[in-house]
């Protein structure tokens, strides 16, 4: 295979007018007559939604012919635990993007749809509510002949859902999806919606199986102590390190054509040493960076608060870890930890990001999906954030909220009190601690079966 073919986007937006749409063909069993028969797969996009893989099976022998579509998008870092409160009929129109993968439940009426049960969907919570009454209604009448028990019972269920339907009383709809692909419509974007939430979890190994993941299952080794390192070998040992650029193959996660990722050891000024990640695809020109903390989580977590009052404020560096948050009260607007990632950037690089991602990231929020409220809301709002970036807009507060005590902001004052930046150490709460997983391990008698 060519250089040139390896670098190509796997996944390509589709034209009538493309000559080579490179379909790939694969001799296949054919299950009818047990003759060989012919697969057909196209990598494609659905604009403002995701990658997806057309397969399309006939059979030469028997006349067999059958066509699916599978998702072909990646599985996120994490997965994602999307909460709404359902209070009336506009909540019921919400967008919902539900994955192969999402589990969606209704703990007030004890109501499950178990993931890959149905196929990935775009959809409405009313949708999902009309679909299931529908799919318990069908068999309905059969079963009234052979089980008038049990015919009873799923037409008392389906009444429930029918007032559920017509929101009669409060609900709350749980969505869980380990693949982190499932989305509910903000009905207040780009503002913060107080009937939804979104929560970004580390997945389990049975998670990691059921997306199709799964790590080398490692035999215990018992391996013979070695000598422990003196503290000169330990410091030669760390400069190399962080005079070395070190380089390793990943996929773009853009097009997830093959690339090259550059990683780096460095110090940042008055705190800490962070690992920096950065990414360049050569195939769709798409760049990224990310950081990671080199000093694990801090005792406490860090709440930095600047007023913005004059241009150069915008150029001071800001290290935003991945667990942190991000608000700007003046616009009423906060972004919660993971949605950026960990970025080391200036103060206008970071709101640049914000402001794209928000464009870009959920289809809900663009294209044909959005609604013309929806957009002329996205309207106002990057107007608002256009002045902030530009410094026309001074007076606007920047918060920086990092449980794990691992994001920085530069004080241009160093080492001196910066008098427009406020840094405040606090205490971590049960809840912050479950979101940094801390509630769960063991710090001490560990290797002590309990």
């Given at each position: 295979?060519?250089?040139?073919?390896?670098?190509?986007?796997?996944?390509r937006?589709?034209?009538?007018?493309?000559?080579?749409?490179?379909?790939?063909?694969?001799?296949?069993?054919?299950?009818?007559?047990?003759?060989?028969?012919?697969?057909?797969?196209?990598?494609?996009?659905?604009?403002?939604?995701?990658?997806?893989?057309?397969?399309?099976f006939?059979?030469?022998?028997?006349?067999l012919?059958?066509?699916?579509?599978?998702?072909?998008?990646?599985?996120?870092?994490?997965?994602?635990?999307?909460?709404?409160?359902?209070?009336?009929?506009?909540?019921l129109?919400?967008?919902?993007?539900?994955?192969?993968?999402?589990?969606?439940?209704?703990?007030?009426?004890?109501?499950e749809?178990?993931?890959?049960?149905?196929?990935?969907?775009?959809?409405?919570?009313e949708?999902?509510?009309?679909?299931?009454?529908?799919?318990?209604?069908?068999?309905?009448?059969?079963?009234?002949?052979?089980?008038?028990?049990?015919?009873e019972?799923i037409?008392?269920?389906?009444?429930?859902?029918?007032?559920?339907?017509?929101?009669?009383?409060?609900?709350?709809?749980?969505?869980?999806?380990?693949?982190?692909?499932s989305?509910?419509?903000?009905?207040?974007?780009?503002?913060?919606?107080?009937?939804?939430?979104?929560?970004?979890?580390?997945?389990?190994?049975?998670?990691?199986?059921?997306?199709?993941?799964?790590?080398?299952?490692?035999?215990?080794?018992?391996?013979?102590?070695?000598?422990?390192?003196?503290?000169?070998?330990?410091?030669?040992?760390?400069?190399?390190?962080?005079?070395?650029?070190?380089?390793?193959?990943?996929?773009?996660?853009?097009?997830?054509?093959?690339?090259?990722?550059?990683?780096?050891l460095?110090?940042?000024?008055?705190?800490?040493?962070v690992?920096?990640?950065?990414?360049?695809?050569?195939?769709?020109?798409?760049?990224?960076?990310?950081?990671?903390?080199?000093?694990?989580?801090?005792?406490?977590?860090?709440?930095?608060?600047?007023?913005?009052?004059?241009?150069?404020?915008l150029?001071?560096?800001?290290?935003k870890?991945?667990?942190?948050?991000?608000?700007?009260?003046?616009?009423?607007?906060e972004?919660?930890?993971?949605?950026?990632?960990?970025?080391?950037?200036?103060?206008?690089g970071?709101?640049?990001?914000?402001?794209?991602?928000?464009?870009?990231?959920?289809?809900?929020?663009?294209?044909?999906?959005?609604?013309?409220?929806?957009?002329?809301?996205?309207?106002?709002?990057?107007?608002?954030?256009?002045?902030?970036?530009?410094?026309?807009?001074?007076?606007s507060?920047?918060?920086?909220?990092?449980?794990?005590?691992?994001?920085?902001?530069?004080?241009?004052?160093?080492?001196?009190?910066?008098?427009?930046m406020?840094i405040?150490?606090?205490?971590?709460?049960?809840?912050?601690?479950?979101?940094?997983?801390?509630?769960?391990?063991?710090?001490?008698?560990?290797?002590?079966?309990?």
């Amino acid at each position: 295979m060519s250089t040139e073919a390896t670098n190509k986007p796997v996944f390509r937006d589709l034209q009538a007018d493309d000559a080579e749409p490179e379909i790939t063909e694969i001799s296949s069993l054919c299950f009818n007559c047990g003759e060989d028969g012919m697969t057909r797969l196209l990598l494609t996009k659905i604009p403002f939604y995701k990658e997806i893989i057309l397969m399309s099976f006939e059979c030469g022998h028997c006349g067999l012919k059958n066509n699916e579509v599978q998702s072909g998008d990646k599985i996120q870092e994490k997965g994602a635990l999307i909460q709404v409160s359902v209070t009336s009929t506009k909540d019921l129109n919400r967008q919902v993007i539900k994955s192969d993968y999402a589990t969606v439940n209704i703990p007030e009426i004890e109501f499950e749809i178990p993931p890959q049960s149905k196929r990935g969907e775009i959809t409405t919570i009313e949708g999902i509510l009309s679909k299931c009454i529908a799919g318990l209604e069908q068999d309905q009448p059969a079963r009234r002949a052979l089980d008038p028990d049990s015919a009873e019972k799923i037409d008392t269920f389906i009444q429930v859902l029918k007032d559920t339907k017509r929101c009669e009383k409060p609900f709350t709809i749980v969505i869980d999806d380990p693949s982190g692909n499932s989305y509910v419509e903000n009905l207040n974007a780009p503002l913060v919606d107080p009937a939804l939430t979104t929560t970004h979890y580390e997945r389990n190994k049975e998670q990691n199986h059921l997306v199709g993941i799964y790590e080398e299952e490692l035999k215990e080794i018992k391996e013979e102590e070695e000598e422990p390192k003196t503290q000169a070998e330990d410091d030669a040992s760390h400069d190399t390190l962080a005079d070395e650029v070190l380089h390793f193959g990943t996929n773009c996660p853009s097009c997830n054509a093959p690339c090259e990722t550059n990683m780096k050891l460095t110090s940042i000024p008055y705190f800490k040493e962070v690992i920096i990640m950065a990414t360049n695809c050569d195939a769709c020109g798409h760049r990224t960076n990310e950081v990671k903390s080199g000093s694990g989580i801090n005792e406490k977590g860090v709440k930095i608060t600047l007023r913005i009052t004059d241009l150069i404020d915008l150029s001071r560096d800001v290290l935003k870890s991945e667990t942190c948050s991000l608000s700007i009260p003046e616009l009423d607007f906060e972004v919660g930890a993971g949605t950026l990632g960990g970025k080391f950037t200036t103060l206008e690089g970071l709101l640049v990001a914000m402001k794209d991602q928000l464009s870009g990231q959920n289809p809900l929020m663009c294209g044909d999906s959005a609604t013309s409220t929806l957009k002329e809301q996205m309207k106002h709002f990057n107007l608002k954030l256009d002045d902030i970036i530009s410094g026309k807009s001074l007076g606007s507060r920047i918060i920086l909220e990092d449980p794990a005590g691992n994001s920085y902001l530069q004080n241009v004052y160093a080492p001196e009190d910066d008098p427009e930046m406020e840094i405040v150490y606090y205490e971590r709460t049960f809840e912050d601690n479950e979101e940094l997983g801390l509630n769960d391990m063991k710090l001490e008698n560990y290797s002590e079966n309990e």
